[in-house]
């Protein structure tokens, strides 16, 4: 069987994936992602630029004939050509592997190897702007196979990245011995009879094409990784105590797990109250919460604000903004949007020129992006501080009120699932942030308006869904302060 640094990369982000990748039925695999397709012409987009001031040779095969990739890679080596693009090697491994590194680049050095007086050293091109872990592993796999292939052994790898400083160099010491123990870690799961338990880590599962079978498995256990708060980290502490379903957990005194790694004197009562929240399928004040006075409260006049931004291209193009009038009674909706790029500051002033006609209005947000990115883009276009400082000292980020004060019975507390839990739908069924960073570049590549058009409305009931979840919190608490006061 073929182990290949894709499979050693999907096993360090989730051990069951490449166990279904290489014995699942492909058929319950979900519909390719449109984000997914995109991250791909990002990646290939970024290779390009890094090779574009190189003189590459890439060998001449097709794709998945691996005995004719690596032997035309092999001669790529023997007649000592600078660079390799997208070579095929491989190494026997043990009698049932074998290792098959294809290395994003192969680069020419001074040495003593089999094919004379050169070496070769492996770079991943990787879209990614920091060394992170699975990037270097990946990168001590590479090297292990070509040491095999050209009887020496470099002592650093590279990584090509997306950053200023963008060649980083791994070292091999370092990271040889733990590629070669997760190595042997995932063999020993491949030759299990049945894949690894689900874990729904929704940020690293959204995009995985088994993301729907495994999140169905989840719901029909009931299983703990559904609920916020606990992490991979802390669902190892919890089985140790063999708390693996909501019940035990609910039913645990904190002071059982506030010495738990992973846990604190914090953690553990919040995620106990979680628990019970969502055995209880009812909100509940969190210990410790925001002191009353804190819950922001309804004011005369109110601002909701949300962005929508493009990563890749360092861009916050719309910048919506709701204003609700509730002593007029009247609600009015601000788009304020950058069709291309260069009027980023423009939108930037039109939103400022908004705020500013009501100075005395709270402006709500959903986490912290509205507010670093405000401080952002004033330092960007030179906005005196004078005219932001009275600006920021309004945002309300509606976000930090409620996870510091209430425990919801929900799997997540995204904008969506909260807003969802309290019957708000977006128009845009399939909407979401990132499907947004698809349809504005491709807005940016067909000109067709109807993106733009699916975009602000998804921005627009962003900000209606914030103001839902704003209002629900006031009245929550203000209906605990009336309890309390009976």
Not at 221 to 234: A, C, D, F, M, N
Not at 447 to 471: F, H, M, P, W
């Amino acid at each position: 069987m073929l182990i290949n640094a894709e499979l050693l990369l999907q096993y360090q982000r989730c051990k069951r994936r490449p166990f279904l990748d290489i014995h699942g039925d492909k058929s319950q695999r979900d519909a390719p992602n449109e984000f997914l397709g995109k991250l791909q012409q990002d990646k290939i987009a970024h290779q390009m630029s890094a090779l574009a001031q190189m003189t590459y040779h890439q060998p001449d095969y097709s794709y998945g004939n691996w005995e004719s990739g690596e032997k035309a890679t092999l001669e790529l080596m023997q007649r000592g050509v600078e660079y390799i693009y997208k070579g095929v090697l491989s190494a026997p491994y043990s009698e049932e592997y074998t290792l098959l590194s294809r290395p994003d680049l192969l680069v020419k050095r001074p040495g003593k190897s089999r094919f004379g007086d050169w070496i070769y050293v492996p770079a991943s091109i990787e879209l990614g702007k920091r060394p992170k872990q699975e990037y270097q592993v990946v990168a001590a796999f590479h090297t292990q196979v070509l040491a095999t292939v050209q009887d020496f052994t470099p002592e650093t790898a590279w990584l090509i990245l997306r950053s200023k400083d963008r060649n980083y160099p791994v070292d091999l010491f370092k990271w040889t011995p733990r590629m070669q123990q997760i190595l042997e870690e995932f063999i020993q799961v491949l030759e299990l009879p049945n894949p690894p338990e689900v874990f729904i880590a929704r940020q690293k599962c959204n995009l995985c094409h088994w993301y729907s079978q495994c999140y169905a498995i989840a719901q029909s256990e009931k299983h703990l990784s559904l609920l916020p708060g606990v992490t991979p980290i802390r669902y190892t502490q919890l089985q140790a105590l063999a708390i693996t379903t909501l019940e035990s957990l609910a039913n645990t005194s904190p002071s059982a797990l506030e010495n738990l790694v992973g846990f604190d004197t914090e953690v553990a009562p919040k995620l106990v109250v979680q628990a019970q929240s969502t055995l209880e399928k009812r909100p509940l004040i969190l210990p410790y919460p925001l002191p009353i006075k804190d819950i922001t409260f309804t004011a005369p006049i109110e601002l909701y604000f949300d962005i929508e931004a493009q990563p890749d291209l360092d861009l916050d193009y719309l910048l919506g903004v709701l204003v609700v009038d509730r002593l007029a009674n009247t609600e009015q909706f601000y788009s304020f949007l950058a069709d291309k790029p260069e009027d980023e500051e423009l939108v930037w002033q039109q939103f400022l020129d908004l705020v500013w006609q009501y100075p005395e209005a709270p402006i709500y947000h959903f986490c912290v992006y509205e507010f670093d990115t405000v401080k952002r883009l004033a330092k960007l276009y030179g906005t005196p501080y004078s005219s932001v400082r009275p600006v920021l000292s309004r945002f309300v980020d509606v976000y930090e009120q409620l996870t510091q004060s209430v425990a919801l019975p929900v799997e997540s507390y995204a904008l969506k699932a909260i807003a969802r839990w309290l019957g708000f739908e977006w128009r845009e069924k399939e909407a979401s942030g990132a499907k947004c960073i698809y349809w504005y570049d491709q807005w940016l590549e067909t000109g067709d308006r109807t993106l733009l058009e699916i975009i602000q409305s998804y921005n627009e009931d962003d900000c209606r869904a914030t103001r839902r979840v704003k209002d629900w919190l006031v009245n929550f608490f203000q209906d605990e302060y009336d309890l309390r006061l009976a």
